[in-house]
């Protein structure tokens, strides 16, 4: 029995000359991979509609004795078009892919990450691209993971620790308000990557220094 669910693609991998295996973050089913069968063929019904960072709804059979599942239908209705016309853009997405296959589990409900994937993919490409979009959403990823640090025991100076509360409280809509100083910027990303790899044992690469 087919299930349905809407996702967003983390990454695309061959499979076999005609196939690929697609890998999903969904807000009721968690992250879960599916294999397009003959998506490779110019003929496929899957033609133009997996890739990197498209939003879909999409339908699978689930496979009894794995955990790569057979994907039957998708429908498109979010391209992300910006991020394929712009190198810069797609790698700070990839990176914000790959934080989160570190940080969560396969195949478990991940709605606020969902949410926050499907936030910062809408405001990246609206905005220059700024370390800051990357720190606003590790300091937002570890909230929701229960690791947000207490800012009263860190190292961080009292602006960076001001700084710091701002990004991780604002939203998206008022993130491009941060005026972040070079000297707090500086800072907050040591600190932030200092947390990842305490927490995860390291860093995804493609993270900005």
Not at 28 to 37: F, M
Not at 71 to 95: C, G, I, K, M, W
Not at 190 to 196: A, P
């Amino acid at each position: 029995m087919d299930e349905r669910t809407a996702g967003i693609i983390l990454r695309t991998r061959l499979l076999t000359e005609t196939s690929l295996i697609v890998h999903w973050l969904t807000p009721d089913l968690g992250r879960l991979a599916t294999v397009a069968k003959g998506a490779r063929r110019l003929q496929s019904p899957f033609a133009g509609k997996l890739d990197l960072f498209f939003r879909a709804d999409f339908s699978f059979i689930r496979s009894r004795r794995s955990d790569l599942h057979t994907l039957r239908e998708v429908s498109v209705h979010d391209f992300n078009p910006v991020l394929r016309t712009n190198l810069a853009y797609l790698e700070q997405a990839a990176y914000f892919a790959r934080l989160l296959e570190l940080t969560t589990e396969t195949e478990t409900p991940l709605p606020a990450f969902y949410e926050l994937l499907v936030g910062v993919l809408s405001f990246l490409p609206r905005q220059p691209l700024r370390n800051l979009t990357v720190y606003a959403f590790e300091a937002k990823l570890l909230q929701e993971l229960g690791l947000a640090p207490d800012l009263s025991q860190c190292p961080l100076t009292p602006a960076a620790k001001a700084e710091f509360s701002r990004i991780a409280q604002a939203d998206w809509s008022t993130l491009p308000e941060v005026a972040l100083p070079e000297e707090q910027s500086v800072e907050i990303g040591r600190f932030l990557r200092g947390l990842i790899a305490f927490h995860f044992d390291r860093v995804p690469g493609g993270r900005p220094p």
